[in-house]
């Protein structure tokens, strides 16, 4: 029994060895195929996030067909379909409306979305297929309808409005569309707003008015027309609302 033991023994030993070289051999193979995969999905995150930009619509949609996700995001966590809208990316944008896994109103660090990147640069395009989709017009705090009114994109401001978006939207300070086009001095643009409704006695939190933005930012022919619209008023007239309703703006 004892020789038994002695003869075994080695044997045994050799099969345990044996054993953790083939799982020593396995674990790094799985560590191998993780060290490179992780380039490869990198790589074609970043190709896919290139190919929007360059709105390459075939690229795109390639890797869409691969498993690619639409709601796939940048280094700095901003998603392709702001991105889109950021470079006018008009054909990628619509691929990406058009596939029901994309998160329309996902925002971008800056908590700004698609549509109102879009309303930035004067993009009708994007800015119409987004509401074709039923993306928000509204939001609580910065509006789309802000960003068109701060670049004086009258097309915009009519589209945004013409689909309900609510004329004196407060930012977070209560700053309306109508101050942001005041402050950069769009004379159409104040006054499309103002024919649409918007509150010319409306003031942010800072206590400041669409006139005081205008005069602030050295816009003397805006100041001058909206004061004169202003004067022009009944006097004694209260604002509706008496400020802007900062973070609400009526959204869904």
Known sequence: ????????????MRAARKGVAVRGLVAGALLAACAIAQ???AASVDSLIKAVKFDDISAVKKQLAQGADPN?????????IVIAAREKSDKVGQLLADNPKTDL?????????AMMLAALNGDATFVNLLIAKDAEVNKKGWTPLHYAATNGHDDIV???VDHSAYIDAGSPNGTTPLMMAARGGHLSTCKLLLDEGADLRVKNQLG??????A???NEKDVAEGLQARLDSMPQGAS??????????NGAK
């Open 215 to 217: 005069r602030k930012y």
């Open 39 to 41: 380039p490869v999905w």
């Open 208 to 213: 400041m008015t669409a006139v005081d933005f």
């Open 105 to 113: 109103e996902k925002l971008d660090p800056a908590g700004e979305n």
């Open 239 to 248: 604002a509706g609302a008496g400020a802007a309703q900062s973070g609400s």
């Open 158 to 160: 009519k589209i945004l």
């Open 1 to 12: 029994m004892n020789n038994s033991t002695m003869v075994s023994t080695p044997n045994t």
């Open 72 to 80: 796939t995001v940048d280094d700095s966590g901003t998603p392709i």
